[in-house]
């Protein structure tokens, strides 16, 4: 009997060679499919279909599938094993990656730096040529450690018991600046990476233990520094590698970098820079100082707490419209709809807070438990406390900071979102939903600001930023939970509809 065994992914067109009972999760995770509980056989978030081979009925299928769903094939990918040859129809097969390609001006030093913005589902890694500024080569890859959770808090929980995700994201890491080097490896001066807090703890081989419990306070936030001995990476002996400092508790560098993208530090003027994710991060500030906050927003603008929620792959409906009072959902892919993701659950509810069908309150109106959007697609209830749950964390803390520089919405001359869900969800919905509290001619879709602050971070070495930041614990405010339940409410009133293209005046922040 062969060691190996082939499995095929439709419609990726991709066949592989794997050990026998080789789990696949370790071989999916790749490939987009996506793990948000970890492998716990709770969420169902990884199903596989089985159009060739067997895959035997679990228990913890049963408790997830119809039996139509287990006839047609339906599996959880979790927990099985390829035993026998495959072909697998794979649900989430395409995801865009933000990059970054503003042009930067060059600095006085030669050679080749490799930026890295290492985020919690995605990896982003460029290279340019330090004389001129210029992007060389870039490379994407999904974090290979999405096996093993979709949010931070699962993969701590993980890595409190085994050290594997950070040999695992280096390796990846390793692979990639081989890749993004090609044959140039030897040009390269320095490497500098971004991240959140618990990235960096987790490439840098620091206890995550302070992370995982309130007041999520670690010690070990500084910069982080290493050879390409150390990392076995493919780089000259004498090549620079630094994970940039985090700020403090749960924000970290790639709100640093953040900060350096916008110009928040040279202005006059008070800007806010918001980081939509599950882990809510925003900075305040201008160039007298800085004041910055994390706010567990929980997975709901990643879809990941949605019935029918997944991530902005193919057949996610990312664009809900109201044309003449009746709903148009847009597709990612052109395909079927499958699911929604965070961009089109915040149009959703912004779209049925202007039709009537949802309420201020949050509620359903006519005593209905479903909003129908695109057959078999609906928001439920739950889904929209979901939301709410999010918006409101992201809005009181911005408040919190307001109160505490003694500002007011009014006060700020901009708001930059940035990463992927700021940079694609539309700024009228987020308005109509509460999300953010400003006129849509302030708001900014500023792109991948982590990244581009990584390289001007690089571009400038000799010159690291001197940051007057300030870290606010929202847990420890006093005033945050009753400002957090003000928060919670919708608009009474909505913007009125424009054109829905993303209504972003610049990708540049500055």
């Known amino acids: 009997m062969s060691e190996t065994v082939r499995v095929e992914l439709a419609p990726l067109g991709v066949s592989l060679e794997v050990p026998r009972g080789a789990a696949l999760g370790n071989v999916l995770s790749a490939y987009g499919l996506e793990f948000p509980c970890g492998g716990a056989e709770v969420c169902g ?22 039996e139509a769903e287990l006839t047609a094939g339906w599996r959880l990918a979790c927990q099985a094993r390829a035993e026998n040859a495959l072909r697998l129809q794979v649900e989430q097969w395409t995801l865009p990656i933000l990059t970054d390609q503003v042009r930067l001006k060059g600095s006085q030093r030669t050679g080749l730096g490799i930026a890295v913005d290492l985020g919690t589902t995605t990896i982003v890694a460029q290279m340019i040529d330090l004389a001129t500024g210029d992007v060389v ?19 701590i929980r993980f890595a409190l018991t085994n050290p594997a995700l950070t040999l695992l994201i280096r390796d990846v890491l390793g692979n990639m600046i081989k890749e993004v080097t090609a044959s140039r ?14 990235m960096h703890h987790l490439f840098s081989a620091l206890d995550v233990e302070p992370l995982s419990h309130v007041p999520f306070a670690s010690p070990n936030l500084g910069e982080q520094r290493f050879t390409p001995q150390e990392l076995n990476w493919s780089l000259p002996s004498n090549c620079r590698i630094r994970f940039l400092p985090c700020l ?4 970290g560098s790639d709100i640093l970098a953040g900060i350096v993208a916008v110009g928040t530090a040279t202005r006059s003027e008070l800007t806010a820079l918001i980081d939509l994710g599950t882990n809510g991060e925003i900075a305040l500030g ?12 929980g997975p709901a603008f990643e879809a990941g707490s949605i019935r029918m929620g997944m991530r902005a792959a193919t057949g996610a409906i990312s664009r809900v419209l109201l044309r003449d ?16 993701c965070g961009s089109g659950l915040v149009d959703a509810v912004a779209a049925g807070l202007r039709c009537g069908a949802i309420l201020p309150s949050g509620r359903l109106a006519n005593g209905r438990k479903e909003f129908p959007l695109a057959a078999p697609v609906i ?17 009181a803390g911005l408040r919190i900071l307001l109160a505490r520089w003694g500002a007011t919405a009014e006060d ?30 302030r708001v900014i879709a500023s792109g991948n600001t982590a990244l581009r602050g990584a390289k001007l971070i690089m571009l400038a070495v000799g010159q690291d930023p001197e940051l007057k930041v300030e870290h606010v614990s929202l847990a420890a405010d006093p005033g945050f939970q009753d400002t957090f339940i003000a928060c919670l409410g919708f608009p009474e009133e909505q913007p009125q509809a424009t054109s829905h293209k993303q209504q972003a005046r610049s990708q540049g922040g500055t």
Not at 137 to 155: C, E, I, S
Not at 248 to 251: I, L, M, N, S, T
Not at 413 to 439: C, H, K, M, R, T
């Open 137 to 155: 080569a870039v490379r994407t890859a999904l974090n290979p450690q999405t096996a093993y959770g979709a949010d931070v808090m699962t993969r």
């Open 286 to 297: 201008d160039r007298e100082r800085i004041l910055c906050a994390s706010t567990a927003a």
């Open 379 to 395: 928001v439920s209830q739950g889904d929209i406390r979901e939301l709410q749950l999010a918006k409101g964390a992201i809005a």
């Open 248 to 251: 403090g508790g749960f924000v």
């Open 325 to 340: 009072g009746r709903l148009a959902c847009e597709v990612i892919g052109d395909v079927a709809p499958r699911g929604i």
């Open 412 to 441: 700020l001359a901009a708001v930059y979102l940035s990463g992927a869900f700021g940079n694609y969800v539309a700024i009228e919905s987020a308005i109509g939903i509460g999300l953010l509290e400003i006129p849509a001619s």
């Open 185 to 198: 490896e030897g040009e390269v001066v320095e490497v500098v990476l971004v991240g959140n807090a618990v």
């Open 45 to 66: 978030g990884c199903r596989v279909r089985v159009l060739q081979g067997e895959l035997p009925v679990t228990p913890h299928d049963r408790l997830v599938f119809t």
